[in-house]
């Protein structure tokens, strides 16, 4: 049976509310059941008119005036939207107000009525039953893939030894809490569309008795929740998280065995996303090094703008030439990639997949190559790429500057698409600096989410959230000489923590996530680093474009 026909099963009498209906007073417009029509027919005052229910006239009678009970309103008022008799018209208290027949206003709120009820019947009620559909598909399939990341963790604990059991244990209770958190806000998402579902059904049955008893207050108070409903919840857009396998490696223990990607929820009203995800699975915190040390020294012979890597052993490297190079950590050159222009690239990164991604400003495009393959991913008009990196998300964040140089601003792209634009903040003012200097802006995205931009022009770093909100500005430790932080290369490590290049100093800055100073690496003769990046087993690469070398540093 139709969950809206049930409403219309059983109609009470108006005046004991518990018995079923069977007679209908003209007179009075009420519903009675057979014990109470004796009682309504008791008061002698008034000609009450009882006739069987199925009998009732269609005509509705006029209703009683509330400030003259003798009197009965033919009329509505317009203005005051409310039913006048002919002494309310007389006592002036409406005069130069438009007037209409009470049953052709009675009759056209009856019309809204009969939409309003189709519309909930045919369009909205569906789409909420649709919605919760969903949300019951979604809710099992998430069941079931959590219970897949369980296995896979456990697979790869059975490969292991038996101390590895203690990791597992470890994943296993993170998975669990990032499953509670997607499960509790797709329940509690399910919640509210039954309850809005429930008001929805209350609102035919009260619809439906309206209409059913013609009685003409009823149908002039009625206000209606329409509106209110024709406004669809938001969508719960659950990203769910992945195991990534590791070699094994004993003294990396904890790092190599695997780790959880992010929980990302995001929820979805009218085309905008609003993201609310969370890092969940952080590895055991490891203190700073009094004295970080230079693990590995590669000289690439040319002058380094960028440095990236997927995995320890080998590093991908771009500056003042039309080759992109991957070398191992012995200093072999491994591969060479031409650019398709033939343009020297402006930044490079690796993506999840471990394909290269690189900016070309003459061009205006971002490319990826792909087996060897160079690809267009994206052409920009107006505007110029600067610098990029690949999320967790595998979305590509690309910092960009306008032909005037008037305005810079962050865009995240989703292969060619782009998602969402960064570029003031809450008070409309610009986040990042223009002018010729804006060009220098190196990203990384922190494993809390969070946007981090080395602006050089503005002489800070500046990060947002996954959402683009401004949560800080860190402009230099109080003892650098004022006006001399330029921060260029920047990256982020397994902690959190980010850590910005400055040149002008020959140091790197180490932050926590929350913008607060930690320490310098002031003590491994870097000069002219420009590019940076952080490996798994969080040692920092830095690229020395004068010298040519990218040095591996030690620090936790």
Known sequence: MDPLDRAQLLLYCDLCQTTALQSHCELCQINLCKACVAEHLSDSSQRHNVVPYKDRTSTPNYPKCQNHTQKHCELYCEKCDIPVCSTCISSGKHKGHDKSDILVKVSFKTKNLEKDLIELEKRIYPAYEEIALDLNFEIVNLEKHYEKLKTAVTKQGEDWHLEIDIIVNKLKSEIDEMKNKQLAALKEQENEIKQKTLEQKQSVFDLKKILDSNDVSLISMYKSRNAEFRRLPPKVDIALPSFSFHQIDTEQLYQMFGSLSAL??????????????????????????????????????????????????????????????????????????????????????????????????????????????IQEVIRLQGWTPCHVCSTSSGDLLVTMVSDDEEQSKVVRFSGSTQKQTIQFDNEGKPLYSFGISCYIKYISENRNLDICVSDCGARAVVVVNQAGKLR???????????????????????????????TYNHCVHILDQDGQFLRYIDNCYLFGLYGLCVDTSNNLLVAETDSGKVKKIRYL
């Open 264 to 373: 990302s929820m995001t929820t979805e009203e009218h085309g905008y996303t609003m993201n609310t995800s969370e890092a969940v699975s952080c590895p055991p915190v490891k203190p700073l090094l009094d004295k970080p040390e230079v693990v590995t020294t590669i000289d690439t012979g040319y002058n380094l703008y960028s440095v990236t890597c997927l995995r320890d052993e080998e590093i991908w490297t771009s500056g003042y030439d039309k080759v992109i190079k991957l070398y191992n950590l012995q200093g072999k050159l491994l591969k060479s990639i031409q650019t398709k222009s033939g343009n020297w690239p402006q930044d490079i990164a690796v993506t999840r997949s471990g394909d290269i991604v690189y900016t070309d400003l003459k061009t205006r495009t971002v490319n990826l190559v792909k087996n060897e393959q």
């Open 472 to 502: 800080f500005r860190y402009t230099g430790h109080p003892s650098t000489t004022p006006g001399s932080f330029k921060p260029l290369g920047i990256t982020t490590d397994s902690q959190s923590q980010i850590l910005t290049a400055d």
